[in-house]
């Protein structure tokens, strides 16, 4: 391994994670456990990663228990004895393999689609999926707790049958994002209007799911400017404005920030080369996982950048290097690459990367 590895390959611990390297696995839905159980393939799916050296694997979304958490169809639970027995035989095959794993704990909100996934409405702060489009009701205050409590169930549930730590799904428009964004709360109440108010909802899922986990378990919360309702929208247009929700995440729990972007080597705000992990670090104080297109040669959504090189050498190995170097975040996730190919660590690790398999979207459903 050359030197220039050496950030990407150090050992990292934090509470009851203890990884070989600073490489996560995003998490990547992919319609896979029907009836909603974990079952042989996504043990073997796991495990293969495990064994290609990921240092952390973050599943998929797992849905809580609550009418409305569901947006997506297969997609597993995270509560219920039959599926925790499945989640506990993917967590015993990865610990096999060598591997650390988290589940991912989700609730989509306002992005359910009922007619798809059952009778129940999409619930969210002011029952809109983005300013101007309506869809679902707004959740009363019962509502509100019942689903932070749903949150407490799985990471409880989830600590019990052997998982390294949880993370909490915040980003991408889903149900805590929809608190945090003002495009989508429009509540007149202490859920609503300041910037404390729309964190509110956010802090006490995760003070629940501290008390039902205790002091010793590693809570990651995952965050994104980006919504897919809005590729430009933001939570917060001034590195202070993010200081302020990220204060308020850590004193409720927060062990480790995943800051979601798009493409990890854009800057996020203007004036420095930060991108949005680096600023969360540098605020918060709190290691950091970035993410974004890594050692991807076509874009994530579009499949269009395979042919913008300069593109292409960014989400490169040296640019994610010299800002671990650089000590800008702690660790990275790397979703398609890693999806593609479960050796892309080894790979990069042995200087083999001319022989990684590179991610294309038309094999993304053949994929075990």
Same mark, same amino acid.
């Given at each position: 391994?050359?030197?220039?590895? @050496? ?36 043990? @073997? ?45 993917? =967590?015993?095959?990865?610990? $096999? ?52 409590? @749903? ?54 899922? =995760? ?17 994104? $400017?980006?919504?897919? $309702? ?78 913008? $090189? ?59």
């Amino acid at each position: 391994m050359s030197d220039e590895l @050496a950030p990407l390959f150090k050992p990292f611990e934090c509470k009851s994670l203890k990884l070989k390297n600073r490489i996560a696995m995003a998490p990547m839905t992919r319609s896979f456990s029907p009836g909603n159980m974990p079952n042989e393939k996504n043990i @073997a799916y796991y495990q293969r990663r495990a064994r290609g050296e990921v240092g952390l694997i973050i599943t998929e979304g797992t849905e809580v228990r609550h009418a409305g958490a569901s947006g997506y169809p297969n997609v597993p639970h995270i509560y219920g004895e039959q599926a925790m027995a499945g989640w506990k035989q993917v =967590v015993d095959a990865v610990h $096999q393999a060598g591997g650390k794993i988290i589940p991912q704990l989700w609730h989509v909100g306002a992005v359910r689609r009922p007619k798809q996934e059952g009778d129940a409405p999409a619930y969210s702060p002011s029952g809109i999926f983005a300013p101007q489009k309506y869809n679902g009701v707004a959740m009363t205050k019962a509502d509100i707790d019942e689903v932070i409590s @749903a949150f407490a169930e799985s990471a409880r549930l989830a600590k019990a049958v052997g998982f390294d730590g949880v993370e909490i799904h915040g980003a991408h428009g889903y149900l805590i994002d929809q608190f945090l964004w003002a495009g989508s709360n429009l509540r007149d109440d202490e859920y609503g209007g300041s910037l404390e108010n729309r964190t509110r909802f956010a802090v006490e899922v =995760v003070e629940a799911v501290r008390k039902a986990v205790g002091d010793d378990f590693a809570i990651v919360f995952r965050f994104s $400017q980006w919504k897919q $309702q809005d590729f430009d929208a933001r939570l917060a247009e001034t590195p202070q404005q993010l200081g302020q929700i990220l204060d308020l995440l850590v004193a409720a729990g927060v062990d480790i920030f995943h800051a979601s972007t798009r493409r990890f080597w854009e800057p996020e705000f203007t004036g420095s080369d930060l991108n949005l992990a680096g600023w969360t670090q540098k605020l918060s104080g709190k290691p950091t996982i970035s993410v974004g297109s890594v050692g991807l040669t076509e874009d994530f959504i579009t499949g269009t950048f395979a042919s913008d $090189q300069p593109e292409v050498e960014k989400s490169g190995i040296n640019e994610l290097t010299r800002r671990m170097g650089n000590s800008e975040f702690e660790l990275i996730a790397v979703g398609r690459a890693v999806l593609q190919d479960p050796d892309w660590v080894i790979k990069v690790r042995e200087g083999r990367e001319d022989e990684i398999k590179s991610f294309s979207k038309s094999s993304l459903q053949q994929l075990i």
